[in-house]
């Protein structure tokens, strides 16, 4: 594959019990706006040009429904479905239209490992707004436990084109290559004892913009699991929280840019001194109720919607 597959991670697809106090919270506290509804589902967008960041739909339990990457162009729809099989993935859903808000054309696969993935090209794109200074822009990334880290990589690798931008104890970053630069990761394995969400990051327009997140959020009831703090992969500034439902989500800014010169670095170039969690060494450790959100959300079955 001498083109990219794939452009930019776009969206993530949520089910949970009760999507009208998860809209009120992603509105009014969270900062998204609406998008776009069908039915019971509601689909939230940030500042920057992408239809949606998030969507919500009605669920028993909370789940994970889908990841949504936008495709580099319409042959790489075509590409990715004849990639997947290739390297153990299933074709779920062919190429075809897209029935809900944001439009286009997308192909939906499973990756070895159970996790729904969807490509898009030629969805609906806003316009860039600058009308809130404290408004999420877009998505980040996105982390997703892996049982076998080593055995997961290599699908997102070879069937899809990421690449590797650096491997710790305890995650393997991966990031969309894009010219001249993109984002460090885009997608992050996190070595665990099983295949569920580690969390969702929204790109915050700055560092200071992140620090008062976490003030509305605090003053909203929503305590910092895990911040303020730097971390090493990434460079990115963060905040994390525990939303409606479970849903571990985090406010991030300062997302280092690389390109393919960036030399991926092992788990002992990743070391922080004792007692450190983080460049700043201010960040006490994750709270131990993140790191059970972190593994409860696990994704649906694609044939139950």
């Keep these: 594959m001498t083109e990219p597959l794939v452009a930019s991670l776009r969206s993530v697809e949520i089910g949970l019990p009760d999507v009208a106090a998860a809209e009120a919270f992603y509105t009014d506290t969270w900062n998204l706006t609406v998008a776009a509804r069908q039915g019971s589902s509601v689909y939230l967008r940030g500042t920057g040009a992408d239809h949606h960041l ?12 889908m990841v949504t990457f936008r495709a580099a162009s319409g042959q790489a729809l075509d590409q990715v479905a004849a990639q997947v099989p290739l390297h153990g993935g299933t074709v779920l859903a062919s190429r075809a239209d897209v029935d809900e808000p944001g439009g286009g054309e997308a192909v939906v696969v499973r990756d ?8 898009v090209w030629d969805d609906v794109q806003h316009a860039e ?24 990589l290599p699908f997102y690798e070879n069937a899809l084109g990421f690449k590797l931008s650096d491997r710790t104890r305890i995650m393997a970053f991966i990031r969309i290559p894009m010219k001249p630069s993109g984002d460090h990761h885009s997608i992050a394995l996190a070595d665990a004892d099983n295949d569920c969400l ?17 003030g509305r959020m605090k003053d909203a009831g929503y305590g910092i699991e895990w911040g303020p703090g730097r971390h090493g992969p990434g460079d990115n500034a963060f905040n994390y929280f525990i939303g409606p439902a479970g849903f571990v989500i985090e406010y991030t800014a300062d997302v280092e840019q690389v390109n393919d ?7 002992d170039d990743w070391k922080w001194p004792r007692g450190r969690v983080d460049q700043w060494g201010i960040s006490a450790p994750p709270s131990a109720r993140l790191k059970e959100a972190q593994r409860q959300i696990s994704f649906a079955d694609f044939l139950r919607f």
């Design 198 to 214: 580690n969390h969702i990051a929204f790109v915050m327009p700055s560092l200071e913009s992140v620090m008062r997140g976490g």
């Design 54 to 65: 998030l969507s919500l739909h009605s669920s028993d339990k909370a789940e994970l429904r």
């Design 261 to 267: 010169a960036y030399i991926a670095r092992g788990p």
């Design 112 to 119: 070895p490992q159970g996790r729904l993935l969807r490509f």
């Design 129 to 152: 707004t600058t009308d809130h200074k404290d408004r999420p822009v877009r998505l980040a990334h996105a982390v997703l436990n892996s049982h076998d880290v080593a055995t997961g």
